[in-house]
């Protein structure tokens, strides 16, 4: 079964360092989202990624963040300069245009120290 | 702004009893309805969706849920449950009909704990 993964599983950095996080989309999949789950609390919709440009982005998602589909399979969420509220478990979900499901990665989480 | 409300946080069954999980939104135009569950350790999983037609909805493992418009309600059930069913349940929404852009609302979550 065709699968969203994600890459690192955690991270740990320290405040003010840039991260990466990867993800993996199914492949004929054209829309693509990130959301992130501070611990104990509910998942948070960041942004939404359509036709190589941003569709949709919440306030969380301001300019310390950005996404990328820098070829046909990866679309990353980097955060420039971390802070500790950053501390999240961060999740990559697609969906295929059409569809109202969206399959969701594993997460990454991300510990700022 | 729509937002999503899961009142049971936490919910401690024996097995074999009946589950009923709410979840209430408040946008009042055509909305797409969601329950997700969050097995330990594990990615977030649809159990079920309901976009328009018959508002009760069966999805995998048993579960089903209603959506009640009048009540902008969206109830998750299972008749009995087993201990395998222990994980976090999600409902989750998102407005109109262009599903594929619109981001999806969370509710909180409801942690569900059966006891074998």
């Known amino acids: 079964e065709p699968e969203v993964t994600q890459t690192p599983s955690h991270q740990v950095t320290q405040m003010g360092q840039e991260v990466i996080l990867r993800c993996v989309p199914i492949?004929?999949?054209?829309?693509f989202y990130w959301y992130r789950q501070i611990l104990g609390q509910k998942v948070e919709f960041l942004v939404s990624f359509y036709n190589n440009e941003i569709s949709e982005k919440s306030e969380i998602f301001d300019d310390q963040f950005s996404v990328e589909r820098p070829d046909g399979s990866n679309f990353t969420l980097k955060i420039r300069s971390t802070k500790l509220e950053d501390s999240a478990m961060y999740f990559c979900a697609s969906r295929y245009t059409g569809s109202g499901e969206l399959f969701f990665g594993e997460g990454s989480r991300l510990t700022v120290l | 702004a729509q937002s999503v409300s899961q009142h049971n946080h936490h919910v401690i069954l024996s097995e074999a009893a009946s589950l009923e999980l709410g979840c209430n939104y408040s946008y009042g135009g055509t909305v797409n309805l969601f329950w997700y569950v969050q097995y330990p350790g594990q990615h977030l999983q649809l159990l079920l969706k309901y976009f328009s037609g018959d508002p009760l909805v069966k999805g995998i493992k048993g579960f089903e849920a209603e959506f009640i418009k009048s009540k902008f309600s969206f109830n998750l059930r299972k008749p009995s449950v087993q201990w395998s069913d222990t994980a976090e349940y999600f409902c989750?929404?998102?407005?109109?009909?262009?599903?594929?852009?619109?981001?999806?609302?969370f509710g909180s979550g409801t942690r569900l704990q059966v006891q074998p």
């Open positions: 989750a929404v998102n407005k109109g009909r262009d599903t594929g852009r619109r981001a999806l609302t």
């Open positions: 492949s004929n999949h054209l829309y």
